[in-house]
């Protein structure tokens, strides 16, 4: 039987209605030095009893929020070691008081569980019943409030969570303060009466009714039983799941490599070696079909045992990280540890002694690595066919590109051979490969995930590329990956400024878009002009409202690529001589377009009107993508105007190279996030034979604004979503 998309629970004021899918479990504060005797919160408060009364309830709505698949956050209170992220007022104040009789130990000071509310120490901890499992988000907090100077909010928005349920202690304070946060930003909010407590019981339920106040002024709030009824019909499939890894009857793999579908397998029985018994067989078939795609493939007798250390590792199926068992491999341009990075050029291949900092994150998850991909050399073109490595074509005709840079990536995502893979783009080489492999492309914003040990193409402009068969796979593996890097020059932290979440309502389903103008679009071959209008059509269907936009700042910014002195960085990052030593080594077409490079002889002084113009349209952009009712949320474009054939591009390969660009290169220099979303087929021209009628993908791209990851992705995932959904077609 289906499950709900929407559940209700009584609640006050009036019943409180969420979507489980878009609903986290937010359990605020469960720490030992909050609960234990001895800790800071007795000798602040003195009585614990109703705090310790909590601990039972809050671990019954954990146990069916997580049977429920609900996302879980947790918060903990606590400070630097150096107390550098203490303020003075929090330290003293009440020590401070001239009739202070109680307080008589602060923050940092020493106590019978480590340093008070100090992060490492075990008082700072969760309380043993109630530790988080693999995936679920642990939220370090330095103030009351769980939402000052912490990443839950990139976090939440990460999940696409519009509604929060809330428990924990204490009531009159951090449950209190954070769930205030909460409803500023937009979150629809519903605490759990029996689930939250405090020092002093009396302070409970004034504090509890002032938020449901004047027809819920804050939120709601509800019983823990009536919602533990409510949550039923998405508990009741997780009940029957032994913790056994080795049921009797242990379900089929049935071919689907999808991250969710996978996990649903893990759970019910599925091992990893059963999956990779048979992708290893796939990848063997596919290369009859295309020999191209891998530079270097794992053994499957490596990845059988990594598979069988997995199981070792999480022997309980209802405590599996995110990833689990999800196969997934890495373009060729990104240094693995102990092994060859060629980046297409195999006489100046080099053996890194580290890893990309995200590759040992994805492991720590899970995942299992098979393997890297190839591509356009040095990672130089949109077309796929630069490689010494062979040129991969099309999973959906062996005539036609696959696109490039990110050509191996985007096949093997294309084709089944993996769940997803990270790649790289610098001016469209995860996005217009994607789109020519029916998978989806999305690059962050520019620093979100670290680009160290990635090799450089253009560094400034470098970004991770994700591939993956649908959006919500590459939302996940971006979660798992983005973070703070201070050895990336370029990483960046989280957005200077929020912008809030719209949960209830008509705004909850509405977007501003913006597109090009028609004389833009011209460049489109007819049956990708006619798709890109029923693209538009299908938005305004959703809630989308197209608003007019000037487009003049993203065609200039893309023309800067490649057309003025940013192309001069293809060759900053190598030694002033590299080029002469090496041009013998290079693919004809690599050598050609560096070779014009060098011939340019731009001056310092053009490359500073070039940086100029940069900074100009980046604010032009801003403008266009602004935090008002006349911006947009994102701007939609076709991912590439056309789709040549193989030939095609070997008869003229840089000038169809940078017509593959026209609507790719600008994200990079504007500094945007973008996602290629596969939005149609449609018939091979002159397809015909015994091989019938042959069909080829279109590719839509939503640009968004600077570090708006978030909302760019989930206006990605409803189109792809009402277009039917996720995408594997192998």
């Given at each position: 039987?289906?499950?709900?998309?929407?559940?209700?629970?009584?609640?006050k004021?009036?019943?409180?209605?969420?979507?489980?899918?878009?609903?986290?479990?937010?359990?605020?504060?469960?720490?030992?030095d909050?609960?234990?005797?001895?800790?800071?919160?007795?000798?602040?408060?003195?009585s614990?009893?109703?705090?310790?009364?909590?601990?039972?309830?809050?671990?019954?709505?954990l146990?069916s929020?997580?049977?429920?698949?609900?996302?879980?956050?947790?918060?903990?209170?606590?400070?630097?070691?150096d107390?550098?992220?203490?303020?003075?007022?929090?330290?003293?104040?009440?020590?401070?008081?001239?009739?202070?009789?109680?307080?008589?130990?602060?923050?940092?000071?020493?106590?019978?569980?480590?340093?008070?509310?100090?992060?490492?120490?075990?008082?700072?901890?969760?309380?043993?019943?109630?530790?988080?499992?693999?995936?679920?988000?642990?939220?370090?907090?330095?103030?009351?409030?769980?939402?000052?100077?912490?990443?839950?909010?990139?976090?939440?928005?990460?999940?696409?969570i519009?509604?929060?349920?809330?428990?924990?202690?204490?009531?009159?304070?951090?449950?209190?303060?954070?769930?205030?946060?909460?409803?500023?930003?937009?979150?629809?909010?519903?605490?759990?009466?029996?689930?939250?407590?405090g020092?002093?019981?009396?302070?409970?339920?004034?504090?509890?009714?002032?938020?449901?106040?004047?027809?819920?002024?804050?939120?709601?709030?509800?019983?823990?039983?009536?919602?533990?009824?409510?949550?039923?019909?998405?508990?009741?499939?997780?009940?029957?799941?032994?913790?056994?890894?080795?049921?009797?009857?242990?379900?089929?793999?049935?071919?689907k490599?999808?991250?969710?579908?996978?996990?649903?397998?893990?759970?019910q029985?599925?091992?990893?070696?059963?999956?990779?018994?048979?992708?290893?067989?796939?990848?063997?078939?596919?290369?009859?079909?295309?020999?191209?795609?891998?530079?270097h493939?794992?053994?499957?007798a490596?990845?059988?045992?990594k598979?069988?250390?997995?199981?070792?590792?999480?022997?309980?199926?209802?405590?599996?990280?995110?990833?689990?068992?999800?196969?997934?491999?890495?373009?060729?341009?990104?240094?693995?540890?102990?092994l060859?990075?060629?980046?297409?050029c195999?006489?100046l291949?080099?053996?890194?002694?580290?890893?990309w900092?995200?590759?040992?994150?994805?492991?720590?998850?899970?995942?299992?690595?098979?393997?890297?991909t190839?591509?356009?050399q040095?990672?130089?073109?949109?077309?796929?066919?630069?490689?010494?490595?062979?040129?991969?074509?099309?999973?959906?005709?062996?005539?036609?590109?696959?696109?490039?840079?990110?050509?191996?990536?985007?096949?093997s995502?294309?084709?089944?051979?993996?769940?997803?893979?990270?790649?790289?783009?610098?001016?469209?080489?995860?996005?217009?490969?994607?789109?020519?492999?029916?998978?989806?492309?999305?690059?962050?914003?520019?620093?979100?995930?670290?680009?160290?040990?990635?090799?450089?193409?253009?560094?400034?402009l470098?970004?991770?590329?994700?591939?993956?068969?649908?959006?919500?796979?590459?939302?996940?593996?971006?979660?798992?990956?983005?973070?703070?890097?201070?050895?990336d020059?370029?990483?960046?932290?989280?957005?200077?400024?929020?912008?809030?979440?719209?949960?209830?309502?008509?705004?909850?389903?509405?977007?501003?878009?913006?597109?090009?103008?028609?004389?833009?679009?011209?460049?489109?071959?007819?049956?990708?002009?006619?798709?890109?209008?029923?693209?538009?059509?299908?938005?305004?269907?959703?809630?989308?409202?197209?608003?007019?936009?000037?487009?003049?700042?993203?065609?200039?910014?893309?023309?800067?690529?490649y057309?003025?002195?940013?192309?001069?960085?293809?060759?900053?990052?190598?030694?002033?001589?590299?080029?002469?030593?090496?041009?013998?080594?290079?693919?004809?077409?690599?050598?050609?377009?560096?070779?014009?490079?060098?011939?340019?002889?731009?001056?310092?002084?053009?490359?500073?009107?070039?940086?100029?113009?940069?900074?100009?349209?980046?604010?032009?952009?801003?403008?266009?993508?602004?935090?008002?009712?006349?911006?947009?949320?994102?701007?939609?474009?076709?991912?590439?105007?056309?789709?040549?054939?193989?030939?095609?591009?070997?008869?003229?390969?840089?000038?169809?190279?940078?017509i593959?660009?026209?609507?790719?290169?600008?994200?990079?220099?504007?500094?945007?996030?973008?996602?290629?979303?596969?939005?149609?087929?449609?018939?091979?021209p002159?397809?015909?034979?015994?091989?019938?009628?042959?069909?080829?993908?279109?590719?839509?791209?939503?640009?968004?604004?600077?570090?708006?990851?978030?909302?760019?992705?989930?206006?990605?995932?409803?189109?792809?979503?009402s277009m039917?959904?996720?995408?594997?077609?192998?």
């Amino acid at each position: 039987m289906a499950r709900p998309t929407t559940l209700t629970v009584n609640a006050k004021p009036y019943p409180y209605v969420f979507s489980p899918v878009h609903t986290a479990l937010l359990v605020i504060d469960m720490q030992r030095d909050f609960l234990l005797a001895n800790g800071f919160g007795e000798i602040e408060a003195g009585s614990l009893a109703a705090v310790q009364a909590s601990i039972s309830p809050v671990k019954k709505l954990l146990d069916s929020c997580r049977q429920a698949r609900l996302a879980i956050f947790h918060t903990r209170e606590g400070h630097r070691p150096d107390l550098s992220d203490c303020p003075s007022n929090k330290l003293i104040r009440q020590n401070a008081s001239p009739d202070n009789t109680q307080h008589l130990k602060v923050i940092g000071d020493p106590g019978d569980m480590g340093r008070l509310l100090i992060r490492g120490e075990k008082g700072h901890d969760i309380v043993d019943v109630l530790q988080p499992l693999p995936g679920e988000v642990v939220i370090d907090k330095p103030g009351r409030g769980a939402f000052w100077n912490t990443a839950l909010m990139d976090k939440l928005k990460a999940k696409a969570i519009t509604h929060l349920l809330l428990c924990g202690v204490t009531t009159e304070c951090c449950f209190d303060t954070t769930l205030r946060e909460a409803n500023d930003r937009g979150f629809e909010c519903c605490g759990i009466e029996e689930a939250t407590a405090g020092y002093n019981d009396s302070f409970k339920c004034p504090t509890l009714d002032m938020i449901h106040w004047s027809e819920g002024l804050f939120g709601f709030i509800a019983s823990l039983q009536p919602l533990l009824t409510t949550l039923a019909p998405y508990t009741s499939d997780v009940l029957s799941i032994s913790r056994s890894t080795t049921p009797e009857t242990p379900p089929a793999f049935n071919g689907k490599l999808s991250i969710s579908d996978l996990q649903r397998s893990y759970r019910q029985g599925l091992s990893p070696t059963t999956v990779l018994d048979a992708l290893y067989d796939r990848i063997e078939r596919y290369r009859q079909t295309d020999p191209a795609v891998w530079i270097h493939l794992e053994t499957k007798a490596s990845v059988m045992e990594k598979a069988k250390e997995l199981q070792v590792r999480w022997p309980d199926r209802t405590k599996l990280p995110p990833l689990f068992g999800v196969p997934f491999n890495v373009k060729d341009s990104i240094d693995i540890a102990g092994l060859p990075t060629t980046t297409a050029c195999p006489l100046l291949a080099r053996v890194p002694p580290k890893s990309w900092p995200a590759f040992e994150v994805l492991l720590r998850e899970g995942a299992i690595f098979i393997g890297k991909t190839n591509l356009d050399q040095l990672a130089t073109g949109l077309t796929g066919c630069r490689s010494p490595f062979g040129i991969p074509r099309s999973v959906f005709n062996h005539d036609y590109i696959s696109g490039g840079s990110s050509s191996g990536s985007c096949v093997s995502v294309g084709a089944g051979l993996v769940s997803f893979s990270v790649a790289t783009d610098t001016a469209g080489s995860g996005r217009v490969p994607a789109g020519f492999n029916g998978v989806v492309g999305y690059k962050p914003t520019r620093g979100m995930i670290s680009c160290r040990g990635v090799t450089p193409a253009c560094l400034s402009l470098d970004c991770i590329a994700l591939i993956a068969s649908n959006v919500s796979d590459a939302r996940t593996v971006w979660d798992t990956c983005v973070s703070y890097d201070e050895e990336d020059r370029y990483s960046k932290t989280a957005a200077p400024m929020q912008r809030h979440v719209n949960s209830t309502g008509p705004q909850a389903l509405s977007f501003n878009f913006g597109i090009p103008p028609l004389e833009s679009l011209a460049v489109c071959n007819p049956e990708y002009r006619q798709l890109f209008s029923d693209v538009v059509k299908k938005l305004q269907s959703l809630g989308g409202h197209l608003i007019p936009i000037g487009w003049s700042p993203f065609e200039k910014a893309g023309k800067l690529l490649y057309e003025g002195t940013f192309v001069s960085e293809r060759l900053a990052s190598l030694p002033d001589d590299w080029l002469d030593k090496n041009r013998d080594h290079l693919h004809p077409v690599t050598r050609e377009i560096f070779e014009a490079v060098v011939d340019r002889h731009s001056t310092a002084v053009e490359a500073y009107r070039d940086l100029q113009a940069k900074a100009l349209y980046i604010r032009l952009a801003e403008k266009v993508f602004a935090y008002s009712a006349s911006g947009v949320d994102v701007v939609v474009v076709p991912t590439a105007p056309t789709h040549y054939t193989v030939e095609e591009v070997l008869a003229d390969p840089i000038v169809k190279n940078s017509i593959l660009g026209e609507f790719a290169h600008c994200a990079n220099v504007l500094d945007l996030c973008a996602v290629a979303v596969p939005a149609s087929t449609y018939l091979v021209p002159e397809s015909s034979g015994s091989l019938g009628e042959q069909r080829l993908p279109f590719s839509m791209t939503f640009l968004g604004g600077s570090r708006s990851d978030a909302e760019t992705l989930e206006i990605a995932r409803r189109f792809e979503e009402s277009m039917g959904g996720q995408g594997e077609h192998y």
